[in-house]
């Protein structure tokens, strides 16, 4: 048999199949066998590169992750803003339309799947937290903008309750259940110096993904 001279060719096109599929249709609804004859590749091919659906996915996370993470990176580089503005940019830039309508649907609720639970907690303790909230908020302390003695401690606060407690993909979620948990985080950190990180424009539309998440079809057991 030939030998794939661009595999890199492949996992892009396994990749960029599986993602839209999973927008469509959902991780549970979206089988491995649907990504084999939307490809048009083998399953020798498919598992040559990815050992099942579950992996495929991680993939495609980090490759979403790997977009934000030069979004956030410019953020922490920007010398004009303070640590404050950053803070800000960054809660403004973590919510882009398309890649959180997407996130909303394709993730099941993570609840019902504590490896991707797993995995947001992760991101947020080895990853989020340490590499650009905290700096942003050493730099804050720095330059008299937020208040605390505890800059790892309130960067993981802050990141467990917007991307754990207040994201609707984790359960089933009212938008008026997000409205008052969006008042509530308000109030918790205007003691630190950083009054309404959520403004209206970031609570409505957290109420219109919590909304959209509603009206996914229910999770099913995918193959994979």
């Given at each position: ?92 830039a ?35 937290a ?15 903008s ?8 309130l ?18 979620t ?51």
């Amino acid at each position: 048999m030939a030998r794939n001279k661009h595999p890199e060719v492949t996992i892009q096109r396994i990749l960029d199949t599986a993602e839209r599929l999973f927008i469509e249709k959902g991780y549970d609804h979206a089988s491995l066998q649907d990504i084999i004859d939307a490809t048009g590749l083998s399953k020798g091919a498919i598992y040559h590169h990815f050992a099942s659906k579950v992996d495929i996915f991680y993939a495609v996370f980090d490759r979403i992750g790997q977009h934000d993470t030069a979004v956030l990176s410019a953020i922490l580089n920007d010398n004009t803003l303070n640590g404050l503005d950053k803070l800000r940019a960054v809660f403004k830039a973590s919510l882009q339309p398309e890649r959180q309508d997407n996130m909303v649907r394709m993730l099941p609720y993570l609840l019902d799947n504590p490896k991707f639970l797993a995995m947001e907690l992760r991101n947020i303790f080895v990853e989020s937290a340490p590499q650009f909230i905290e700096p942003i908020i050493r730099q804050g302390i720095a330059d008299g903008s937020i208040q605390t003695d505890h800059p790892r401690e309130l960067a993981e606060a802050m990141l467990v309750l917007t991307d754990i407690w207040g994201n609707p993909t984790v359960r089933p979620t009212t938008p008026e259940e997000m409205k008052a948990r969006c008042a509530v985080f308000n109030q918790m950190f205007t003691s630190f110096g950083i009054p309404a990180l959520l403004d209206r424009e970031i609570i409505d539309y957290l109420m219109g993904l919590a909304e959209l998440a509603q009206h996914r079809p229910p999770d099913g057991a995918g193959n994979g």
